[in-house]
């Protein structure tokens, strides 16, 4: 039996990393594995419970009694303790504490684990900011997706005004930048990339060329 088919695709946020790894996975009939989802679940989890982002004893603590459940599809969900929160981990305030989370060490190896077993038992498209350096870096299918700031900045600020969400975009952007500080410098599995990657600059790219470049590369 062959090995199961894992897709890295990593970079900072508001890069399209979700939309193309849906696309990504579509194309290939593969599971899309939204692990950055994981992350804001447990901020979300987090935050409900009152235990600060930057709590390392409390977070441990949280990421061992909460249960995170992943369930892949056309249209992916997120269950926190039973309850859907697919919707609601998609806010500005969930997407600092994410960063936040995910780089207390016990945090990750829980829901790294997590990933491992998705992806070993069905393969994947899996997204996020370490997959191929520290959650699947054996695998020969890694894509390292940048863009200018300006550009993810504009990105976002659309999707939010899209959802009906109030944003502004020199905020987005000041966001931006600063959680690229936090993701690239912090001590456990920072944001980075190595030469095994191909790396994507999406910045004047459609997200149809951005997937075709990917699943070419997959599939030769």
Not at 28 to 34: E, G, K, Q, V
Request: charged letters at 30%; one cysteine or more.
């Amino acid at each position: 039996m062959s090995e199961p088919v894992i897709v890295a695709i990593d970079g900072p946020s508001g890069v399209g990393k979700s939309t193309t790894s849906r696309l990504v996975a579509r194309a290939l009939n593969l599971p899309h594995i939204d692990t950055g989802a994981m992350y804001r679940a447990l901020a979300l989890a987090a935050k409900r419970a009152g235990v600060g982002t930057r709590d390392a004893e409390g977070l441990e603590q949280l990421a061992a009694k909460v249960r995170i459940e992943f369930i892949p599809g056309e249209r992916a969900r997120i269950l926190l303790d039973g309850d859907d929160v697919t919707t609601l981990i998609r806010t500005p305030e969930i997407s600092m504490g994410a960063s936040d989370v995910s780089a207390v060490p016990a945090v990750r190896r829980v829901l790294v684990r997590l990933q491992q077993e998705l992806g070993h038992r069905d393969g994947g498209v899996l997204e996020g900011r370490d997959i191929g350096t520290k959650v699947f870096p054996e695998t020969p299918h890694k894509f390292f997706l940048t863009a200018r700031p300006e550009v993810r900045a504009r990105r976002r600020t659309d999707e939010l005004i899209a959802k009906g969400q109030p944003a502004d975009y020199d905020a987005v952007l000041a966001d931006c930048r600063a959680r690229d500080e936090q993701d690239s410098t912090r001590a456990d599995s920072p944001l980075t990339y190595d030469g095994t990657y191909k790396i994507v600059d999406t910045s004047d790219l459609t997200i149809d060329q951005v997937v075709d470049r990917i699943v070419r590369a997959v599939v030769t």
